[in-house]
């Protein structure tokens, strides 16, 4: 599968984005589809993550509440009320395996290429 990012932004606090990651190739046997994010020097940060099969949908603490991440292709993530602190290189990935966390980037087979979110204070 070849994911597409696309959706960043400047935004303003409390502002909101919608995020699409748009797949192309073997989509029908995904396991999950996530978003992570990274800041300079940082590790790369689970963000939301949905199951492919069931649509289970999983969710940092940090953006519970705030973050809507939706089936389908595009795979969308909706942020609403955003802070200064989600300012980051957003990317979303896909894997067709089920070993591991969903929270986990390592487990992450497939990326797609980075989309810059700034949220200005």
């Known amino acids: 599968v070849q994911l597409q990012a696309s959706g960043g932004g400047l935004v303003q606090t409390g502002g909101s984005l919608r995020l699409s990651c748009a797949a192309s190739?073997?989509?029908?046997?995904?396991?999950?589809v996530a978003w992570f994010r990274q800041t300079s020097g940082a590790e790369r940060e689970f963000v939301a993550a949905?199951?492919?099969?069931?649509s289970t949908t999983f969710y940092a603490d940090s953006v519970k509440g705030r973050f809507t991440i939706s089936r389908g292709n595009p795979v969308s993530l909706i942020m609403n009320s955003l802070k200064p602190e989600d300012t980051a290189v957003y990317f979303c990935?896909?894997?067709?395996?089920?070993?591991?966390?969903?929270?986990?980037?390592?487990?992450?087979?497939?990326w797609g290429q980075g989309t810059q979110v700034t949220v200005s204070s």
């Open positions: 990935a896909a894997r067709y395996n089920g070993r591991g966390s969903l929270f986990s980037a390592q487990t992450y087979d497939y």
């Open positions: 190739g073997n989509t029908f046997n995904l396991y999950g």
């Open positions: 949905i199951h492919w099969t069931t």
